[in-house]
Structure formats: C-alpha cells, structure tokens
T-cell receptor, first 115, second 114 residues
Framework: AQKVTQAQTEISVVEKEDVTLDCVYE???????LFWYKQPPSGELVFLIR??????QNEISGRYSWNFQKSTSSFNFTITASQVVDSAVYFC????????????FGTGTRLQVTL | KAGVTQTPRYLIKTRGQQVTLSCSPI?????VSWYQQTPGQGLQFLFE???????NKGNFPGRFSGRQFSNSRSEMNVSTLELGDSALYLC?????????????FGNGTRLTVT
C-alpha cells in the first residue's frame, strides 16, 4: 500500500522567511511519481511539480525548490523569501506507475505567511 | 486555454436525495478523475474515466457512480445521500499521453447534505 505523510499540519512564518514543507512517502514500487499541489482558499488544486522515481535531480523554480531523496523516501519543498500570496494548503502526492490518475495524497500542510 | 470547469460550485441537498455533479475537462484531455475532500479523510480518489470507460475506482460505496461522454465531459452521481457525503468534490483532467502527466483540477463542487 502507498502512503504519504506530511507531519506538519500548520506552519506560520513572517514574510521573507524561508520555509520547508516536509513530505515522506511509502511505496513498494520501483517506478512511481511524486507531485506537489497548492490549494488556495478558492479550492482548486494547483499543480506545482512532478518528479519521477528514477530522477533524483533537485529542482528550482523561482522561489520554489524541491529536494527528492530516495534514500530517505522524502520529497521536501522549500519556499525562499516567502510572500503572503504563498499562504495556502500544500499537498504532496504519490502515484504508482500505470495507475493513470489515482493519486495518494498526504494530509496537507497549511502555510500562513504574515506581514 | 480554459481550465477544468465544475458545476455547480455549491449544492445543498437533504439526506436521501441524489445529486449529479458535472465536470468539463481541459480541451484535449481524455482522462477525467474525481476526488472527494473532507476534513476528516482528506483527499480521496473516487474514480477515473478514460474514453468513456471507468479505468480505476477507489474504495467508495456503489452509491457513488460516474460516467464520461464522448466529448470527455464527465458527471458524477451520488444516490441516497448521507450526512457524511458533505465534502468538496474535485474533478481533474489530464492528457494521459505520458505516465507522469499531472492532473489539472477544477475549483470543485461543495456539497452540503442536511
């Protein structure tokens, strides 16, 4: 069975602080995909990044960066110089290869960025 | 390009009634999946349709059903509503051309059962 754990329920930071959201996953599959989504108050889940299990290269996109480590089954997400607009719930998700659209989501981390 | 469109945005129903939710995927996307989001259970996969066929199903009772039309639009139906069915129902579409295609979600339909 697959499982995604986001141990941080809620994080509060002051604008311009860096913040890291943790994601730990469990799977017996050798090929799988990891995703991060952002859910603002409007409700829709916004796709941020995907990572294949065979590609451990870290990625940076503007103020966002992701650290994927298979050895620790972690796929952490860092926001540098956080902004109020980053306030949202962030979900980490796992998908087994060949299972099309069936994502297993973590419970989410609510990030609150204040001035 | 228009995103995933879900209608209606809000619904209030009474226990025992049935409800139909609608989802229009992004143009060109043939895969449509549905998720239920509740405070207690989080985001849970309901089912997925591809080319009018259900390709995957989550662990939900038979009261939850869906279908997909030839234009890829999808509907989800819940019969004999229970209080516990109150949730945000999210629809997602993808191209399904590669195995790691991301899902693109709509704004959701918030269903309240009283």
């Amino acid at each position: 069975a697959q499982k995604v754990t986001q141990a941080q329920t809620e994080i509060s930071v002051v604008e311009k602080e860096d913040v890291t959201l943790d994601c730990v996953y469990e799977t017996r599959d050798t090929t799988y995909y990891l995703f991060w989504y952002k859910q603002p108050p409007s409700g829709e889940l916004v796709f941020l990044i995907r990572r294949n299990s065979f590609d451990e290269q870290n990625e940076i996109s503007g103020r966002y960066s992701w650290n994927f480590q298979k050895s620790t089954s972690s796929f952490n997400f860092t926001i540098t110089a956080s902004q109020v607009v980053d306030s949202a719930v962030y979900f980490c998700a796992l998908r087994k290869a060949g299972t099309a659209s069936k994502l297993t989501f973590g419970t989410g981390t609510r990030l609150q960025v204040t001035l | 390009k228009a995103g995933v469109t879900q209608t209606p945005r809000y619904l209030i129903k009474t226990r025992g009634q049935q409800v139909t939710l609608s989802c229009s995927p992004i143009s060109g996307h043939r895969s449509v999946s549905w998720y239920q989001q509740t405070p207690g259970q989080g985001l849970q996969f309901l089912f997925e349709y591809f080319s009018e066929t259900q390709r995957n199903k989550g662990n939900f009772p038979g009261r939850f059903s869906g279908r997909q039309f030839s234009n890829s639009r999808s509907e989800m139906n819940v019969s004999t509503l229970e209080l516990g069915d109150s949730a945000l129902y999210l629809c997602a579409s993808s191209t399904d051309r590669v195995d790691n295609s991301p899902l693109h979600f709509g704004n959701g339909t918030r269903l309240t059962v009283t």
